[in-house]
Each structure stands twice: as structure tokens, then as C-alpha cells.
């Protein structure tokens, strides 16, 4: 409960100025607890049911594939299973994980890696650090030296090569 209660405050608010929460995951157990904790906000009415949910990573992909498979490995019933694994549209490709900065209005995308510093993630941090109406959203521990200890700190991550990318978007850190 103390997961939902801490999401659904931040998620509500970035989806009511029309902005992206982009939260880095990390793709095994983070991943599949957010989702889960998503489609529960969402049924329980407390996130729009329209809000669209992206998981952007391969490997989070098949690791939630493996609660379906797995049945008595887990606490969720299989509804539980169904729900999480239906919260998000399952971003496989590159070139999907790309198309997503097409889609206009809020989203939610859980990309990999965790702590920001590589996979992924990179690319829409590119796309939505630098605007006031999107979040960054970091659910997990960050270690010293990350970008997304960076973030934490309120420093702008690195760009490889290039200038430090501005931080206007809110980062939380629930």
C-alpha cells in the first residue's frame, strides 16, 4: 500500500499537466512491482484507465512473461498476473522505443536501466528531461557516481560526448 500511496500522487500529477514519467527500472522484480502497483492504481481509479503505460525493455518483457509461466513461484493470483502483464504496451524493438516520443499526451514509460546508466532509458531522458510538464521518477536505489544520483543530487546527467543535458523536468523520488 505504501507504494501506491507514494505513485499515485506523482503519476496523477504529471498526467494532469500532460507530461511523460519516464522511470528508469530496473528489469527484473522492479519492473514487474510497478506494474503491478499501476494496474492497481488504475482499477482502483486513482490513475486515468486512458493513461498510456509503455515497458520498454526486452529483458523486463520476458521477465514478467515468467510470472504467466510460473504460477506457484509468486504471491500474485492469476488475475493479478493478467493485470500486470496487460498494464503496459511491451516496447520490443528499438525502433518502437523510438515511436514512443511520438505519441502525444501523458504516458508512463519504465525503461531499463535502474540507475540510469545505460539502456534505454537514455534516449527518453534525451526526449523529456529538458520540459518543466514531464517527471522523472526514480523508484530505486541510485548509487553514488549514476546518472541517476545525478538526478537525486539535482545535476543534470552527462551526455556522452556533449554538454550536461538541462533538468527542468520534476524528478521524485518516492
Known sequence: QDLL???APALARVA???GTAVVPVFAVG???ALLHAIARLKRDGRLPHALPVYLDS?????STEVFARHPGEHRLDAGQVHDMAHAAT???TPDESKAIASVRGPKIVLAASGMATGGRVLHHLVQYLGDH???VLLTGYQAPGTRG???VKGTGPRRRPGPDLPVRAEVAQP
Do not use: F, S, T
Not at 58 to 62: D, E, G, K, L, V
Open 5 to 7: 500511496d507514494e505513485l
Open 16 to 18: 494532469a499537466r500532460g
Open 30 to 32: 522492479r519492473a514487474q
Open 58 to 62: 526486452p529483458m523486463a518483457i520476458h
Open 90 to 92: 511491451m516496447v520490443r
Open 133 to 135: 510538464r514531464h517527471m
Open 149 to 151: 544520483a545525478a538526478l
